[in-house]
């Protein structure tokens, strides 16, 4: 005998109805949390591209990373038969035109991508579905409509349950209760502009975090980047600005063999809202070697010139010999560089680390030297010089973030050049080197002008009347041929 005595086999009896009732109930509950609440897209945090542990929370980008998974198996597959179709032959026939997979560069990718875009979700149904309902259930004379008003009262309590989750109803739900029409459509009105409400908070919740990190459509390129081999390992974020989100990364291999990938790189994504292009503008409106082009551009345009501009600035520098990141690929809005530091901890920015005096006095020549340097040979001023934007690596400094940097004949380029003059010779005479020259005697030493103004308002006086001169003269005998095609700069890789 067992001492719990026999277990209850009777099977509580339960209508097809009323289990069909229940599912539907569910649903239509499920279908309404779906529209109050669209799929988060995880804000990426440690490391989330691995080839594996990726986020595959949208259905597109799901769809997508099978579908270059396939195209992977199916290249390998075709590269088994081509080695047995080949074997020790001395002319082989090659397969390479029907491989799906090809490398990355040659990939005209197709959707653009965008900051602007996270304001609308793809991914959000607009407004939920509603099902249309008969009316009236029952058959013949046992017909109940839904104006019975026992049946519709009980119902409507019911339907409570379907009002979002967070939407406190009280326990009504358990109870006989029996709701009239009018009650229930005034709770129903409330509670459905309590959930926009809450929508609409956490549509903002959302947005901003998405904006710290990357949206779908970055995280799909960086994927392909991954998944091309070119990087190893994306392994978290390194910083993220205003303008731009900077990743690690392992460096994989390159489909070119000439070209080799860093062991270590820097990935950055940039990311510019309306606003903030409207801020930096200045930069690339008036700069000419974009001059052309600007009036036809939209903002995702402009962001990508941003990641273009950075990328030509930094291969200038490469070819003159000065400390900077080597750019490894630009792929839209997304420059992959060479990383400073090493075992994926940055090199400190100036700012951070404390130098003795040798090596500050060593730093500021450097920096001096890198200044003409930047003038004279790239035919470039910074634009944001300061102990921000300089690392220390290897005992010197680096020089990075060059997005905005413009050639010294811009329209404000001397003003830039004044202002970045003024960052170091402040920097340096705080810092204790007694050498460093004031940001008068910088301007000159890096310009190579005379300007012998003897206080900071005339001396800005003069800057802008050069530059006004400049102007004037540009207008007078055209525009400049663009040093676009002739400063031996790395292709771009889209479009
Ligand atoms: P922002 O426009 O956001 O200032 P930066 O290019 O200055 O962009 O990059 C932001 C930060 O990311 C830098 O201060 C630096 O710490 C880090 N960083 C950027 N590029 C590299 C790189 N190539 N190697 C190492 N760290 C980098
Ligand atoms: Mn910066």
Known sequence: QCPW?????????????????????????????????????????????????????????????????????????????????????????????????????????????????????????????????????????????????????????????NFAPEFQVGDGIGMDL??????????????YSEERRSARLHEKKEHSTAEKAVDPKTRLLLYKMVNAGMLETITGCISTGKESVVFHAYGGKSAAEDKVIPPECAIKVFKTTLNEFKNRDKYIKDDYRFKDRFSKLNPRKIIRMWAEKEMHNLTRMQHAGIPCPQVVILKKHVLVMSFIGQDQVPAPKLKD???????????????????????????????????????????????????????????????????????????????????????????????????????????????EALEKMNEDHVQNHGKKLSMFSSDGDPPICDE
């Open 353 to 463: 680390v404390t130098l003795n005096s040798e090596d500050m006095k060593k730093a500021y020549y450097q920096i001096l030297n890198m200044m003409q340097q930047l003038y004279k040979e790239c035919n470039l001023v910074h634009a944001d010089l300061s102990e921000y934007n300089m690392l220390w690596h290897d005992g010197k400094v680096w020089l990075i973030d060059v997005s905005q940097s413009v050639e010294p004949t811009h329209p404000h380029g001397l003003e830039f050049l004044f202002r970045d003059c003024r960052n170091v010779s402040q920097f340096f005479q705080k810092g204790g080197v007694a050498e460093a020259l004031n940001e008068r005697e910088l301007f000159n030493a890096v310009s190579g002008l005379t300007i012998t103004a003897d206080n900071e308002v005339d001396f800005q006086a003069e800057i």
């Open 178 to 191: 029996k709701l009239s029409n009018q009650v229930f459509n005034a709770l129903k009105q409330h509670a």
């Open 5 to 161: 005595g026999a277990p209850n086999t009777t099977s509580i009896s339960c209508s097809l109805a009323d289990v069909m009732s229940e599912q539907l109930a569910k649903e239509l509950q499920l279908e309404e949390e779906n529209a109050a609440f669209p799929e988060v897209v995880a804000a990426a945090e440690g490391p989330f591209i691995t080839g594996e542990d990726i986020d595959t929370s949208s259905d597109l980008m799901l769809a997508q990373m099978l579908q270059m998974e396939f195209d992977r198996e199916y290249d390998a597959q075709l590269r088994r038969e081509e080695k047995k179709i080949n074997g020790d032959s001395k002319v082989s026939i090659s397969f390479e035109n029907y491989r799906k997979v090809h490398p990355y560069d040659s990939d005209s990718s197709e959707d653009e991508v965008d900051w602007q875009d996270t304001r609308h979700d793809p991914y959000r149904a607009d407004k939920p579905t509603t099902t249309p309902r008969k009316g009236f259930i029952g058959k013949g004379k046992d017909i109940t409509t839904k104006h019975d008003e026992v049946v519709c009262g009980r119902k409507n309590t019911a339907r409570m349950e």
